[in-house]
């Protein structure tokens, strides 16, 4: 079964600086998609990014980026310039099974210092 | 706005009374999901449909029941709701719902359950 684990349950950043997310996932399929959602305290889940395993090229969004290692089977997040509105609890999550069930890692609460 | 709603957003109830959160979405998406999120365990799939009249169980279905009578719509019923269920809600949508077909899921704004 595939699985997603985020091992940073917490991380903290200075506003402006650069801060990376860890995900690892273990899966037997060759395609799938992975993503990050973002989910402040309103408790939306939003959409950051994601990547297509087929790509070898690394997706970027503005200030997100990911580092897309297939081998390694690990999928970080980088957050370029943070800023107080990224504070947030961060979700790592795997998609590629026959039923497009998405599994989500435990998350990393991401705290901004001003 | 294209989106996915959920009603209500927040509910209080009792051991064993009915209830229902609805869920819809105005993008014509085929596929649709319901996860549960508790802490330290992420989000849980709970039900799915990959169109109309088409559900299936996820990883975590006892206790719900889902129906999808129109496309637009995907509603979590809980026939009589335990401590256990206190959870946050959330449906998903994605646009394609053929098996083996990977796609984006958009969430609602989920829904906070407490049942006393």
């Known amino acids: 079964a595939q699985t997603v684990t985020q091992s940073q349950p917490e991380m903290s950043v200075q506003e402006a600086e650069t801060v990376t997310l860890s995900c690892t996932y273990d899966t037997s399929e060759s395609d799938y998609y992975l993503f990050w959602y973002k989910q402040p305290p309103s408790r939306q889940m939003i959409l950051v990014i994601r990547?297509?395993?087929?790509?070898?090229q690394n997706a970027t969004e503005n200030r997100f980026s990911v580092n897309f290692q297939k081998a390694a089977k690990s999928f970080s997040l980088k957050i370029s310039d943070s800023q107080l509105g990224d504070a947030a609890m961060y979700f790592c999550?795997?998609?590629?099974?026959?039923?497009?069930?998405?599994?989500f890692g435990t998350g990393t609460l991401l705290a901004v210092q001003p | 706005e294209a989106q996915v709603t959920q009603n209500p957003r927040y509910l209080i109830t009792v051991t064993g009374k009915k209830l229902t959160v609805t869920c819809s979405q105005n993008?014509?998406?085929?596929?649709m999901s319901w996860y549960r999120q508790d802490p330290g365990l992420g989000l849980r799939q709970i039900y799915y449909?990959?169109?109309?009249?088409?559900?299936d169980k996820g990883d975590v279905p006892e206790g719900y029941k889902v129906s999808r009578k129109e496309k637009r719509n995907f509603p979590l019923i809980l026939e009589s709701p335990s401590p256990n269920q206190t959870s946050l809600y959330f449906c998903?949508?994605?646009?394609?719902?053929?098996?083996?077909?990977?796609?984006?899921?958009?969430f609602g704004p989920g829904t906070r359950l407490t049942v006393l």
């Open positions: 990547q297509e395993a087929y790509k070898q």
């Open positions: 993008m014509n998406h085929e596929y």
């Open positions: 449909s990959m169109n109309v009249e088409v559900t």
């Open positions: 998903a949508s994605s646009l394609f719902g053929a098996l083996y077909t990977t796609d984006t899921q958009y």
């Open positions: 999550a795997y998609n590629g099974g026959a039923t497009n069930k998405l599994i």
